[in-house]
């Protein structure tokens, strides 16, 4: 393919990553991005909740909120350390609390939340399966305004190219590079936001909705990092599979294995 390294097809926004400053305080994007995903996801899954008559009370949603954030954050950062650059890490374990440097993984997150989610349906008495199916159906909103927040940053870009919509971002180099945080705001967000909607209006056994994330998520994250920037200090693990690939394979063939157990489970049970 030829590549147009010094050609920008259309031009990066380059929006201030600080949107509002007071005195030494600095309000970010990226923060406000997190911020709003969490506000819509609190009220999908207030609104899910009585739909589906889950006995959801206001205190334990704000909780709920919480155990995922804290999932989130946490998870999010051990997953980095543990699958992007452990060897670092092992040899500056303190820089593991820098988390102002950057370094978060979804993967890792999403481990976080899961644990997150078991400990508090063990705490408040909830069915797992419920709840989880809650919490999925909302977790896209999260994803996309995320991935505008990685937009706005210039961070996690593309791969060189020359389709007519590439872009020269700040911090990749001459290369016009594949917007690769676009295309993942419309599939993890926009895209699974619909893909688990349809999927919730449906009769369907429990826990489907969530193994729908988690293998939807999969797809679209497997497809993206075609065209994402693998990351500079792994590279391609094997030939062309990128880290990012390689967390997500085990991911959709999870997915895949519980729906269909689901059904059968569902269907032994009503003959």
């Not at 199916?133 to 210039?154: C, E, Q, T």
Request: net charge positive; glycine share 12%; hydrophobic share 50%.
């Amino acid at each position: 393919m030829n590549i147009l390294p010094n050609l920008a097809q259309l031009p990066f926004p380059n929006i201030d990553p600080i949107f509002f400053s007071l005195g030494p305080l600095a309000f970010r994007w990226y923060g406000l991005m997190y911020l709003i995903g969490l506000l819509g996801a609190y009220w999908l899954i207030k609104a899910r909740a009585a739909k589906k008559q889950i006995p959801l009370s206001p205190q334990q949603l704000s909780d709920l909120i919480v155990f995922a954030a804290f999932g989130v954050f946490i998870g999010g950062r051990l997953g980095y350390v543990l699958f992007y650059n452990l060897p670092f890490y092992l040899d500056h374990p303190l820089k593991t609390f820098a988390v102002w440097e950057g370094g978060m993984s979804f993967h890792g997150g999403l481990l976080g939340v899961c644990v997150a989610l078991v400990l508090f349906c063990k705490k408040r008495g909830f069915r797992m399966a419920s709840i989880a199916d809650l919490a999925a159906g909302a977790a896209p909103i999260g994803l996309g305004f995320g991935r505008m927040g990685n937009f706005i940053n210039g961070e996690l870009f593309g791969r060189a190219t020359d389709v007519d919509w590439c872009m020269v971002f700040p911090h990749g180099g001459p290369e016009c590079r594949h917007p690769s945080q676009l295309y993942e705001a419309g599939l993890e967000g926009i895209g699974l936001f619909l893909l688990t909607t349809i999927v919730s209006r449906l009769e369907t056994p429990p826990g489907t909705v969530f193994w729908t994330f988690i293998s939807g998520y999969g797809v679209a994250r497997f497809f993206v990092e075609f065209f994402r920037e693998p990351d500079s200090h792994l590279g391609f693990i094997f030939q062309w599979v990128t880290m990012g690939q390689l967390l997500c394979i085990p991911m959709i063939a999870l997915g895949l294995i519980m729906i269909l157990r689901g059904y059968r489970r569902s269907v032994a049970s009503t003959s």
